[in-house]
């Protein structure tokens, strides 16, 4: 139900005959119209004429659009760039160093601003070097506003006085001022214009009669108070309360915090609901266009350059805004996957291009489509004006398809129309100011403007307002609560500006000039605040974090009060009162694969059920990894590649031991660098000219040189059999497809297998009962027993090569032991290297026929071992089981 009570005893009276209503903000005035609208439709009337209720700003805008003066108006967002403008030109080439022009003109552009509207002068006062610096500024400032024909919102109030005193501006018989705690010395004469044109000016303040009762309630910490005036609401809201206000003193720095809990708490159904939903409550203080999803996904999109990072491009990918959102949502998915698993941080669009071409990719033509179109725009290097700059972003989201090719909410509606007759007009607005442009200028502009422009949706009709301190005034209400009030928020510190000596702003009584000022509002604020509802419950929290808060001294008298609350309804704690009984199931039994199948992933399958059935299950029965993380430069699996590929390229050119010794040192190197470009080029693509190129290049290239010298010139003779063999091998009930590194063949004809890492390597894998790392033992089950010499990883590390594994005879490479008779075999119990074989043959069938049965219990070998680098944790929940001794070990 509509309020329909008068605020001031014959206000609509005077509204009804056409007086004048002029109000401290925008929401005031929208109460303000709806309570008249009430009031009148109460009397019996069906029509009426729109009552002349405005903002002070808005009206003083719209009495400069009827004297056909607005032409030259500079909105705040023209004047500081202006502002930064003269700034950036005065301290070019000086010893002056900023480190944020843009909030050193805002204070600037203030201190102007408050000059004019408190007509003061700096003139014969003692000034130091910040006020002569901004005297020079403000000089510029004026000269630049004189040429271009342009001056500022703080000399509107002048203007309009001038052009009411001239009878331009003709006033109605009656103006009332409602809800300013204080006006400044420009708008009192503003009034004093208007009283002197015959206008009755009245300012309406709360009868003292009227002051509620003032109580206070104590919170444990910040998110207690928010939640305990949430719970208040509702407590009301449940018993049919009338109109309900929550003030918030902070609520620019709490506002997602405040968002949150009030839902949780009001609309609890909205945190879990999977379509938009309206608001059960009105929240003043609206968040920065730019953070909503639709800007952020233009602005993503004008945004892109010749290079991308992974998050940009991901972003592209998931977002519902770009034609195919929706249509090409699967493939898109798999393609940001792909890229996540080069683990590169950047790519250049002409890459993207090509890898969406490539056969490996899912086809993407919608997306790719929308690459091509970026890349085009890229490439624009001219300079326009800004509204030039609105057009050619215009055709740009209309060629990718943006706002998307689903249907937009409500939410993204008024957002959409936002972007368009705010957003834009405002950087069209800037034109005059502004001159020609660069795109990367115009789009650095349009995220700023985004991102300091307030989207407020449209507030639903229901009881309960959270509104600031500021927005809260004139408002009335039944019922009201404010919070926050701690002795460092009311009275706030005082913030002089530094750009005014701080003497003059507090003889003229400037805002934040002192404490003795700040103290003087706070008591106006508090006072207002008291005439705001019968009953007025003022709360602060004890704590925020491990600081300790005490109560404004304003509140400290009041007396202390427990309010009724209702009961939290936020669904988590909801789950927590009211637990169920969850049923408990052990699934450790994954269906068995059909006979002899074969199953992808390799010899990392059956590592993966060794080191823990489940995830050799999760990772390769449903696909279940962790999306890869992108890494500065190249990450250690790539590198690894990297330097697979150049030995492959180097032994395909050289072939045997003794092609090698007779290589001269500077043909070994030429070699050496032509096996690393070919592999380097055909990594890199069309980003072969990064200076990555070359670091990677140059670490190749002494790595496999200083492997060849120390290693393979100095063993027995060898010929170079195979490279990058592929295999299908059986383990007990699967088949596995492998690629060999290498395979030698010594001059006794006998083989010798070598796999390169550059890791570590621990050797004892091979040997436990537990074949936890199968990889060699896999390649050596192949071969004859008699034909395989070794099997061997070449360890490939900067000062630390050498080959690691197992072999038949001793002296195969460099300090390379024989097996039968060693150490590690007589603490395996193993008797020979024809028995280690055999060995290695009942264990990969062993497992191969685990995880053909689908044996998938959670049972990490050793927990540190198995699942320190898993990427499942997450899935197994292996926090659950794992004992503490076991995850310290």
Not at 374 to 398: E, T
């Amino acid at each position: 139900m509509l309020d329909n009570r008068e605020p001031f005893p014959g206000l609509f009276d005077a509204m009804s005959e056409g007086a004048l209503v002029l109000t401290v903000n925008n929401r005031l005035a929208r109460s303000f119209s709806s309570r008249y609208d009430a009031w009148i439709a109460a009397s019996g009337r069906a029509v009426w004429p729109t009552p002349n209720i405005f903002s002070k700003n808005d009206w003083m805008h719209r009495s400069l659009g009827l004297l056909d003066e607005d032409d030259g108006l500079l909105q705040m967002q023209g004047s500081l760039w202006l502002w930064e403008q003269v700034i950036e030109r005065d301290i070019a080439g000086t010893e002056i160093a900023l480190l944020q022009v843009s909030a050193t003109a805002r204070r600037a552009q203030e201190a102007h601003q408050l000059l004019l509207e408190y007509g003061g002068s700096l003139a014969g006062l003692p000034l130091s070097d910040d006020h002569l610096i901004f005297l020079r500024w403000r000089k510029g400032y004026l000269e630049a506003c004189s040429k271009g024909g342009w001056f500022d919102l703080a000399e509107l109030p002048a203007r309009l006085c001038a052009a009411i005193e001239q009878g331009r501006l003709v006033l109605p018989r009656q103006v009332f001022f409602v809800g300013f705690d204080e006006l400044p010395p420009s708008i009192l004469q503003l009034r004093k214009a208007m009283e002197n044109a015959g206008a009755r000016v009245v300012e309406v303040i709360p009868e003292a009669g009227e002051r509620g009762s003032l109580l206070r309630t104590a919170c444990t910490d910040i998110e207690d108070e928010v939640r305990s005036a949430a719970r208040w609401a509702r407590q009301l809201m449940e018993t049919g309360a009338g109109s309900i206000g929550v003030v918030v003193a902070d609520l620019q720095q709490r506002r997602l915090l405040v968002e949150r809990i009030f839902r949780e708490e009001i609309d609890p159904e909205a945190v879990v609901a999977l379509e938009e939903r309206a608001d059960r409550f009105s929240l003043s203080l609206g968040a920065s266009l730019a953070e909503e999803g639709l800007v952020t996904a233009a602005l993503e999109i004008l945004g892109a350059g010749h290079r991308l990072s992974l998050d940009e491009v991901s972003f592209l990918l998931r977002t519902p805004y770009l034609a195919g959102g929706q249509r090409e949502s699967w493939g898109r998915a798999r393609f940001d996957q792909r890229l996540r698993s080069t683990r590169q941080l950047t790519f250049s669009l002409s890459r993207l291009q090509t890898l969406l071409d490539d056969d490996k990719s899912p086809q993407l033509p919608e997306f790719t489509k929308v690459i091509s179109q970026l890349a085009a725009s890229s490439k624009d290097g001219h300079k326009r004006m800004l509204g030039q700059w609105v057009s050619c972003f215009n055709d740009l989201l209309l060629a990718v398809g943006w706002p998307g090719d689903r249907p937009l909410g409500s939410l993204e509606f008024q957002v959409l129309k936002a972007w368009k007759e705010s957003l834009l007009s405002s950087v069209v607005a800037l034109e005059a100011v502004s001159g020609p442009v660069d795109r990367g200028e115009a789009v650095a502009l349009l995220r700023r403007l985004a991102r300091e422009t307030t989207f407020q949706p449209e507030s639903p009709a229901g009881p309960l307002q959270v509104v600031g301190l500021l927005e809260a005034a004139g408002l009335q209400f039944d019922h009201l609560w404010v919070m926050g009030m701690t002795d460092d928020q009311l009275p706030a510190p005082a913030r002089p500006n530094p750009f005014i000596p701080v003497a003059l702003q507090v003889s003229l009584n400037m805002p934040h000039a002192s404490a003795e000022r700040e103290l003087e509002f706070a008591l106006l604020v508090v006072e207002r605040l008291g005439y705001a509802a019968p009953t007025v419950m003022f709360s602060h929290p004890l704590k925020d974090g491990d600081v300790e808060l005490r109560p404004s001294s304003l509140i400290a008298h009041f007396a202390q009060v427990e309010p009724a609350l209702a009961a939290s309804h936020a669904p988590l704690a909801v789950v927590h009162l009211s637990p169920v009984v969850l049923e408990s199931l052990s699934d450790e039994q994954g269906p068995p694969l059909a006979e002899a199948a074969r199953a992808s992933g390799g010899t990392t399958l059956l590592k993966d059920q060794a080191l823990c059935p489940f995830r050799a299950f999760a990772h390769h029965r449903l696909r279940a990894r962790a999306l890869d993380l992108p890494e500065p430069g190249l990450d250690a699996g790539t590198r690894g590649s990297l330097l697979h590929a150049v030995f492959e390229n180097f032994w395909q050119l050289t072939g045997n031991q003794s092609e090698l010794l007779a290589l001269s040192d500077s043909q070994l190197d030429a070699r050496i660098e032509q096996a690393a470009d070919d592999a380097l080029r055909k990594f890199f693509g069309d980003d072969a000219d990064q200076p990555l190129y070359q670091i990677e290049r140059a670490r190749l290239c002494a790595l496999v040189g200083e492997w060849l010298e120390e290693i393979e010139k100095q063993r027995a003779p060898f010929s170079v059999d195979q490279l990058e063999a592929e295999r299908s091998v059986v383990c007990g009930g699967i088949s596995i497809d492998t690629k060999v590194d290498r395979i030698d063949q010594l001059a006794d004809g006998r083989r010798v297998i070598i796999d390169y890492k550059t890791g570590r390597f621990d050797v004892a894998d091979l040997l436990g009962e537990r074949l936890l790392d199968p990889q060699l033992p896999v390649y050596g089950s192949e071969e004859v027993d008699n034909d395989l010499a070794g099997v061997v990883i070449a360890s490939v590390r900067r000062g630390e090569c050498g080959a690691k594994g197992v072999a038949a005879d001793a002296d195969l490479l460099p300090k390379l032991a024989a097996f039968a008779g060693s150490k590690a075999a007589e603490k395996a119990g193993i008797a020979d290297w024809p028995a280690l074989l055999t060995r290695w043959r009942r264990q990969l069938a062993e497992l191969g026929d685990e995880f053909a049965r689908g044996h998938a219990t959670v049972d990490p070998v050793e927990v540190k071992k198995a699942c320190q680098y898993c990427d499942l944790s997450g899935l197994c929940r292996i926090d659950e089981i794992a004992t503490p001794t076991e995850e310290t070990e």
